[in-house]
């Protein structure tokens, strides 16, 4: 019996290891792999048509976005954060989301002040990897956002997604309002009800949102790589 328990104790450090190990490097490979900033069109150039699937006109800036401090959307906007697993994947989908004015991706929902990539992939803040999303209300109801929230991910996992192993990887909805928590609430509720699982996701008010590194923002846009997939297919988001 103590020779079993080793083992098993043994099997699962190896594991932890493997994937705070994966998730160094991804941060690592991806931080190498950023496209330099592209060159000025020489003069009278034409400006590159934008590709059949980027979504148009989305922003980066959403609420003024910065390292924990207050969020402010801009006049007649709103917003909203979701965790859904690898937050570039996530962000993607929401950035095809008509109506979506901004986004970025950071780290809330954890218990340290001073979240990195590296130290969030280490479990040991408590922080998940969120998009946090501006929106315009009379284009886009926050009942929306929720649908598709729920379409991209499996709400079941408990702290993963997929390959992604984790507390930072788990379902979550941050709320700016009551009026947002009772549709988030309703929203879980109604989609238990119909797949008739036990969701994981939680539900709880927005706390300080930490912006992600540079390299992290719109990844899949910039790279053209969809290393974090989803549900569902964009087009129809």
Not at 171 to 196: C, L, W, Y
Not at 202 to 213: C, Q, T, V
């Amino acid at each position: 019996m103590k020779t079993q328990k080793s083992v098993s104790l043994l099997m699962t450090c190896l594991v932890g290891c493997l994937i705070g190990t994966a998730c160094h490097a991804a941060g690592s490979e991806a931080a190498a792999a950023e496209p330099p900033p592209a060159s000025p069109p020489s003069a009278g150039a034409k400006a590159a048509a934008p590709s059949s699937d980027a979504p148009a006109r989305v922003g980066s800036d959403p609420g003024h976005v910065g390292y924990g401090t207050p969020l402010v959307p801009k006049e007649h906007d709103q917003l909203a954060a979701f965790a859904a697993g690898c937050f570039w994947g996530v962000e993607d989908a929401f950035r095809h989301v008509p109506g979506v004015v901004a986004t970025a991706v950071g780290f809330t929902g954890g218990h340290t002040n001073d979240p990195t990539y590296e130290k969030v992939c280490s479990h040991s803040t408590g922080h998940a990897e969120t998009v946090l999303v501006e929106f315009d209300p009379a284009r886009v109801p926050y009942e929306h956002l929720l649908r598709v929230f729920f379409k991209i991910h499996d709400p079941t996992e408990v702290n993963r997604q997929g390959p992604d192993v984790g507390d930072q990887y788990r379902s979550a909805i941050f709320t700016f309002s009551d009026e947002e928590a009772a549709a988030a609430r309703a929203a879980k509720q109604a989609n238990e009800k119909v797949s008739g699982a036990k969701f994981a996701t939680e539900i709880r008010p927005i706390g300080p949102f930490f912006k992600a590194e540079g390299y992290h923002q719109q990844y899949s846009e910039r790279t053209g790589s969809h290393a974090c997939p989803i549900g569902g297919q964009l087009e129809t988001l």
